[in-house]
């Protein structure tokens, strides 16, 4: 079991890149909010927690892999690495400006701690099945973790790419599905429909993990699971809320890819230190109980 | 000691050689292995021979987590898959980043001439070409196409390595060493250059034979590294012709053609003609020799074009 300090921490680090994502996006800037909101739990209880890391040396050959193939919503990415140093603080306000750190997608040239180019849609976790082929060779046992998006799975390569793991057992892979059922244009279930994710993953001959992606001890659990899977890779089907902690943004299209007015951003600041004192407040009461 | 005649089975053979020296090195396939004879180096190494089976997409971007944990992976397709199937994982996950994937595509340009317009690759180098970041690279035999894989251990960044399906005559000569960017030239003359590259250049050496009976006197370059260009090497080769023709086994659109144009573009030079296919897609045909005649790639053509243009001149 995962003990109330090591939840608490990833709750706050959780809200902390919230914080930071909101200071990314600033006021008049384009930016993928809500689908980085979604996966600050997911992001924060791998960097922080499940991940072998070692952000003095982000190039250490131990370390474990995390692979954003849903490449857009790489803020909530540059929020955990700027928490853990490995990226300056000053450069979340220069994001997406010119010849910054911090670009529109994973760009491994420009920013410490990327490990990949993604941003195409579908191609992250073929690029984790590389890795995981590669390592093995070495008598390496590095897990690999890639998070994709519910609308994602729409891209063929996917599926490709879930075969192929399966085929070569590649269990060190631990695919994560944000399933915040929010696309671009629209909810997923209209643009297309995506029935019976966690039975097409079965189906492809993935172990089938499914959780509340908010939940930090349930998150937790699931990656303890999936590292104990051998013989075959495992994916964490975690449902989340698009835009999750900012009001105005929860399950909405708009703020797939949004611009924070001034009264916006002053509500999304609101949103998170309100975010900040229930928690202050729940546990203060668990310390008294 | 001359290398297996064909080119296919030269290059299975070198990559298997590859894998001795570099533990590294790893092969992908798609279900073509025993046509791209990368099966060869799946017999001396099962264990770092990948069938990803048919789903090329998969395995480009296979190949790039590969490089991204020291890997040398090869992955093997028809070109027309390698280059076109694969684009955009390519791109994006292998050229942007740059890392040390190879791309064998076999049975280039219109040596897959049984299968006809939808297996043959007219545009691969184009396509390949326009990539920041990405060699091209299109050997004219078996020996060149030895020496060309050993030096994909250690050049940098990725590589397009275009392989015809034939046996080709015996040209690249067997002691002189390969760099990419090299220029080979193997016959001298004054009157007309003929560059070419692949099945193309042992064309272009008859053509400078046909025109030297008739009193025009040809050198001929083999331009087997399409990108980067060797643009110094190209204004030397070119200067003092009277008329240039450049051959390739490839839409005329953005390929070799293109690519010399390119590179000659602030120098004077004489007038050039290109020979390939001419902007149009193949056909089954029922040998090789028969589907080059009928797309105008033949020596009496590359001869004719050098005639017009000093005619013209």
């Known amino acids: ?289 | 000691m001359n290398p297996h005649p064909n080119m296919r089975e030269a290059y299975g053979l070198a990559l298997l050689e590859l894998g001795k020296v570099n533990r590294n090195v790893v092969a992908l396939e798609a279900d073509l292995g025993k046509s791209t004879r990368s099966v060869l180096f799946q017999e001396a190494f099962p264990d770092r021979y990948f069938q990803m089976g048919i789903a090329e997409q998969n395995m480009a971007a296979t190949a790039a987590g590969l490089a991204l944990v020291g890997k040398i992976p090869f992955i093997h397709s028809f070109a027309v898959f390698a280059a076109g199937r694969t684009f955009d994982q390519l791109r994006n996950t292998v050229s942007i980043p740059r890392l040390n994937v190879r791309i064998c595509g076999s049975s280039c340009g219109l040596s897959d001439f049984g299968d006809g317009k939808t297996h043959q690759s007219v545009e691969d180098v184009a396509i390949m070409r326009a990539l920041p970041n990405m060699t091209v690279l299109s050997p004219m035999d078996s020996i060149e196409t030895v020496k060309m894989m050993e030096c994909l251990i250690d050049w940098p960044g990725p590589v397009y390595i275009r392989i015809n399906r034939s046996d080709l005559p015996f040209l690249y000569p067997l002691s002189e060493p390969y760099h990419i960017g090299k220029i080979t030239k193997l016959r001298d003359g004054s009157d007309v250059v003929l560059l070419a590259a692949g099945v193309m250049v042992s064309r272009s050496l008859e053509a400078a034979g046909l025109l030297a009976e008739k009193g025009i006197s040809a050198r001929v370059f083999n331009v087997s590294t399409i990108k980067p260009i060797n643009r110094q090497g190209l204004i030397e080769a070119v200067t003092g012709a009277r008329a240039i023709v450049v051959s390739e086994e490839h839409n005329t659109v953005g390929g070799l053609g293109g690519a010399v144009l390119e590179a000659l573009r602030t120098v004077s030079h004489a007038s050039v003609e290109l020979i390939g296919i001419k902007d149009s897609f193949g056909m089954s045909a029922a040998n090789y020799e028969e589907i080059l005649a009928r797309f105008g790639l033949t020596a009496p053509d590359i001869a004719g074009a050098a005639m017009d243009l000093l005619r013209k001149s």
């Not at chain 1, 192929?164 to 060190?172: E, L, Q, R, S, V």
């Open chain 1, 1 to 289: 079991m995962t003990d109330t300090a090591t939840i608490q921490k990833l709750e706050r680090l959780a809200l902390q890149l919230r914080f930071d994502l909101l200071e990314m996006m600033g006021v008049g800037k384009a930016g993928h909010l809500g689908g980085s909101s979604s996966m600050a739990e997911i992001v924060a209880c791998l960097y922080f927690h499940a991940m072998r890391y070692n952000p003095a040396n982000p190039k250490d050959p131990e370390r474990d892999r995390f692979l954003l193939s849903k490449g857009h919503c790489v803020l909530i990415q540059y929020a955990a690495l700027v928490e853990l140093g490995v990226i300056p603080r000053e450069e979340l306000k220069k994001l997406k400006t010119l010849d910054c750190c911090l670009q529109g997608h994973p760009d491994m040239d420009r920013t410490p701690g990327i490990e990949a180019v993604t941003g195409s849609l579908g191609m992250g976790l073929s690029i984790a099945l590389g890795m995981a082929l590669g390592l093995r060779l070495d008598g390496r046992s590095n897990r690999i973790y890639v998070v994709m998006g519910d609308g994602e799975l729409s891209e063929g390569q996917i599926w490709e790419a879930a075969m192929a793991a399966a085929a070569y057992k590649a269990d060190t892979i631990t695919g994560i599905v944000d399933l915040n059922h929010v696309q671009a244009t629209g909810p997923t279930k209209e643009i297309l429909d995506i029935p019976d994710i966690a039975k097409k993953w079965e189906a492809f001959g993935w172990e089938v993990l499914k959780i509340d992606g908010h939940d930090i001890g349930q998150i937790l659990k699931a990656l303890e699971k999936a590292k104990r899977i051998t013989g075959r890779p495992a994916v964490i089907i975690a449902e989340t809320v698009k835009g999750k902690g900012f009001s105005f943004a929860e399950n909405n299209a708009a703020f797939h890819n949004g611009i924070l007015t001034e009264d916006l951003y002053r509500q999304a600041f609101a949103d998170l230190q309100a975010l900040r004192t229930a928690l202050d407040s729940r546990y203060a009461k668990e310390v008294r109980s």
